[in-house]
């Protein structure tokens, strides 16, 4: 490992996509920069692996056509993106092992279908209240604050299907259960989002494409490309404020900087010591930013075999069965098969509770019932439990919990404390949650310290 | 300070109510036990100062008659108490300034009085349905869990000023708003009380009498008794757990035992490194739970001059002033007079927003509406910001999140992780949240730990 700098213009802390876009952005502007990461790899909650010649993405994987930032990475760091696999008929499973065919064309004939549909419009139609630019001017704000998506739905959604149908994509989207989401958080999601469309489907939406090497491939070169800035296997202690820098602390020795950009995960921000201590309203924002729980499981055949059976590999379990959702994770040419299973919220946790040999068996069984007998033999099983990761503590991101936007966002939420700026996806407005959203508080927080650093020093920036 | 031991039976960490009942057990059981506490002084959340020969409670400071542990204490070490002054009338203040009296045996004949009695009645019924020695039984866990107070309110009480008393009642309760708590919570903690006039109420209640030197006197007392045992100003950075041992660092030496308990707030406990990693469900109750936010003003004047009025120098304000309740906290002969004000939720962040000049000119406004001129000429005026508080970072208790108990209770509450215990006025079932329940849990934790030791070495304890 090469050693720290002592001095440097700006600190970054993490180098997920929002620490990588925050530097970026800096160098662009000729500031001098250090990223620190605590991991031993740079990405963040996105980590691709190479196994037996697949990739297998164990975090965040997907690119929809609105995620612009994203896209642009992509397009200059040259990680080719590909379709997501949508040919063929989905499978939704119910509680009493009913099973319906659907499409993206076509709906399912599955209970509740043209109820949850209406309620995706009401809740797009309050979703669009809400001003992005300032979203804590929403004139609703207390009264959607104030109560869980539970009790909304309970107080508007009259069918069963309707309300199982919304649990699953509250399960999907936000790793937790809607006793867990604030409504007003929902609703601010799904405008940054574009809709709820926008946040469920597939082709021309949020799963609408994936990374032929791996989502984190335009990390990786993000990271490459600013040489030898960024240090791995380095968690932040303390960030200590003087009058006129700030020190940053690790076990590899401290660095000083006129400006720091924290943009780690909530939790692992929780665990770095600030002195003076922060706000009270920014420790009381993340202290009410729980993240969510997720696991991921791939599954590897020969082939994506199930094709040849007119099945997409698109799964949605309604039942109490652990794995949520699956959806065909095969590589871009098909050439092996791969079967991605998400498990989330309570589901998580029943899965979690059980021992490896059982979650492997659990998960087959399920397969098993949808794709035959076949998909009980992978020649290869790998899981990744968001909420044992170190640093992550969770996935996919934190969710305020009810209260938290009212209470503490105006001056908590991503307000700079001193000489200390905050990035993270949890900090975006526009895919909150999401890789795109990550490089975009990257850039917003980038050209808050720009700003900062010229105002106190005219030839700090370029 | 006298030197850290390299080695001990037990380390307690923090030595608030609930850390010194752990070591005063364990003590009574023949264990060798050292208490490492952050702040520098013992008592936690509780804390009595002695300003111009006036005592003055900084956070706790109540004991009522069920609170038999707390009563317990203050005989064994020698600690008086004394009735609360509860005679002649008090004041409640509504929005549009229209002030009702009532006394503790005559209602008020201000609105929603009659609804709200109602409202405590149900509420107690509920909470009755709960069994305290397991919570996590009850049948409308899920359903309660899932839906803050809010919620529950806004589809069972019409009355808006039934409403409204039961706002209050939640802030002065839990210092947060009925946003804040799930329902569940608010049941259970209703039933480890006895009931809502059990929180609510003064004399024969939670408010019943008040310690002549201080609530304190016996956290004092108490570590006296435990000799140089206690060492404050140590900040445990670590807890390493070994096969055979377990390490606790601090910065000024590491101690090495057979068990550690720890009963530091959920905020400074989540400030502790401990390897292995916590449980998912521990790290996720602890994130779970979020600090109250609360103030207390004290004033102090030549003599309680309200009393000559035929007032009591309770005050309860249901309009939107930053003070929600004030008591005459004078002390037991009368000899001066004092009110202290409490502000909470909502209101406790309009307040501390305010520069400290704003703050008492906005104190002193509310007293002398009620109390006339002269109880804008304080002699002292004194506030104790609790979420400025280094170690508890809120007040008074961490209330857990709707979904909370649910979803991490189970394993994440108080179950020991292997050698680390748990005790925390948060991890009682009676009188959680309150002194008592600190009390109960520490000497729980403590039978905890000797059954522990028993069992690995029956010489262990005595």
Known sequence: MSALPRRCQVVVVGAGYAGLATAIELREAGVDVVVLEAADRVGGRIWSERRDGVVVDHGGQWVGPTQTRLLAWAER???????????????????????????????????GV?????????????????????????????EWDSQTVHSWVDAHVDSPAARRRLALAVQGVWSCEPRDLSMFHLLFYVAGAGGMRSLMETIGY?????????????????????GGRVHVRTPVSAIRQGDDAVTVETARGN????????????????????????????????????????????????????REDGLSGQMVAYDAQPVGVVFDNSPDDGSRGVLVCFTYGDRYRTFAALDPGERRTAVLDVLGRVFGPQAMQPLDYVEQ??????????????????????????????????????AGTETATVWNGYMDGAIRSGERAAAEVTAALAAESPGAVR
Request: one cysteine or more; proline letters at 7%; aromatic letters at 10%.
């Open 77 to 111: 760091f040259g990680c080719p993106t590909f379709q997501s696999y949508d040919v063929g008929r989905h499978v939704e499973i119910w509680a009493d092992g009913t099973t319906y065919p659907f499409t993206s064309d076509q709906h399912s004939e599955g209970p």
């Open 114 to 142: 043209e109820d949850y549909e209406r309620l995706e419009g009401r809740l797009d139609a309050l979703a669009a209240t809400i001003d992005l630019a300032d979203p804590l001017a929403c004139s609703s704000l207390e």
């Open 206 to 226: 949020a799963q609408d494409s994936r990374f032929v090497d791996g989502a984190q491939a335009p990390a990786l070169a993000a990271a490459a490309s600013l």
């Open 255 to 306: 660095v000083r900087a006129d400006r720091v950009v924290v943009t780690s995960a909530p939790a692992a921000t929780s665990h770095i010591e600030f002195e003076p201590a922060l706000p009270t309203s920014r420790r009381r924002w993340l202290a009410s930013s729980v993240m969510g729980d997720v696991a991921k499981v791939h599954l590897r055949y020969d082939s994506p075999f199930w």
């Open 385 to 422: 439990l968001w909420p044992e990761d170190r640093w992550a503590e969770g996935g996919y991101a934190a969710v305020p919990v009810p209260g938290a936007w009212l209470e503490h966002a105006r001056d908590g939420w991503r307000t700079p404390c001193g000489r200390v700026h905050w």
